[in-house]
């Protein structure tokens, strides 16, 4: 099965700044489609489980701009610039690309 | 507004079964490929398996670390979905979703999820 890594189990940010999260891949998740079959979850305490990213770099509906996901082959990166109170939350990334799909370790993003 | 509401979880023996329901609302049920993942306390989702929709026949596909032991099911009479679990283990334990598919995409909606703790 593939396996995904991100390496930062926690990121330490302050409000206003810009993290990015890495998200790594044992084979590339390029389909030959030309997409890559990644997406980006985002946990909150409290809430359900929120789609962020799709196809490696598409926003889901609704999410703010300031979440950027970008990438290729096996390594991706998900991006959030002027990070808000509010996008402290734990991040994960999926592969779709082959059965059975996998999950990231996630990544918490903890303020200062 | 789509829903998806898990219950049935608790504690159950080692060796022991149980049985997940989630129930959902607020869309055409039968058009979608509907997925159970669960989370261990502390670490990271694990994708169980999926029922695919009507226009696919409704077949199953399974993590095969629990093929064998997890059935999934729907009843499109009632919009319900269902994760039967038998031969229950210690690492079994985790909080157990629902999610939808989204066409081909991303899991777009995803329940609130419930706990399952195997302990004797």
């Keep these: ?112 | 507004e789509v829903k998806l509401l898990e219950s049935g979880g608790g504690l159950v023996q080692p060796g022991g079964s149980m049985r997940l329901s989630c129930a959902a609302s607020g869309f055409t049920f039968t058009d979608f490929y509907m997925y159970w993942i669960r989370q261990p306390a502390g670490k990271a989702p694990e994708w169980l398996g999926f029922i695919r929709n009507k226009a696919n026949g409704y077949t199953t596909e399974y993590n095969p670390s629990v093929k064998g032991r997890f059935t999934i099911s729907r009843d499109n009479t009632q919009n319900m979905l269902y994760l039967q679990m038998n031969t229950l283990r210690a690492e079994d334990t985790a909080t157990y979703y629902c999610a939808r598919w989204d066409s081909g995409y991303y899991f777009d909606y995803w329940g609130q999820g419930v706990m399952v703790t195997v302990s004797s």
């Design chain 1, 1 to 112: 099965q593939i396996t995904l890594t991100q390496q930062a189990e926690s990121l330490w940010v302050s409000p206003g700044e810009k993290v990015s999260i890495t998200c790594r891949a044992s084979q590339s998740l390029l389909y030959t489609d030309g997409k890559h079959y990644l997406s980006w979850y985002q946990q909150r305490p409290g809430q359900t489980t929120k789609a962020l990213i799709y196809h490696a770099s598409i926003r889901t509906d609704g999410v703010p701009t300031r979440f950027i996901g970008s990438g290729s082959g096996t390594e991706f990166t998900l991006s959030i610039e002027d990070v808000q109170p509010e996008d402290i939350a734990l991040y994960y990334c999926l592969q779709t690309l082959k059965k059975p799909w996998t999950f990231g370790g996630g990544t918490k993003l903890e303020l200062k």
